[in-house]
């Protein structure tokens, strides 16, 4: 992949099938999306000592099938809304962000942060499915 591609809704299932991690920066006229490799956020330096202590420390693991398969369903309704979203696996979980929060699944359940209310965009749209995926926690921000 290179710095950012065009995509229609098969191959991002395609990709997200590759446990691949992806942002979907915006939609061209024609339907495809733009998407790039997520980005991991680096503050300072490190140096080659801490990088292995980080290596060591890196969760090892995949997401589980059923975190995987609700993830794509999820990101066919957002492709088909045009919302742009990101998408980061992890050791038997997987992240959705958006511009004001995010989902997370757990093994256990859909966790969702960052919004005042199950009526903030895009959730209406999710709402069902992530209902399908398990029990549904709204996490309230910190005071």
Known sequence: MS???????????G????VNNIEVIG???DGAARVTKVKGIIKGELNEKELGELKKRRPRGKPTPK??????DLASILYNNKVKFKVVFGSKEA????DQGYIRLTEE???IAGFKSENDFPLPLIKDELNKYGK???????K
Not at 3 to 13: F, G, T
Not at 15 to 18: E, M
């Open 95 to 98: 992240t959705i962000r958006f």
């Open 67 to 72: 975190q995987v398969k609700t993830v794509k």
């Open 15 to 18: 990709r997200l099938d590759a």
């Open 109 to 111: 359940d859909a966790r």
């Open 136 to 142: 549904v926690l709204f996490l309230k921000p910190l």
């Open 3 to 13: 710095a950012e591609d065009r995509i229609y809704l098969e191959e991002l299932l």
């Open 27 to 29: 939609y061209d006229q």
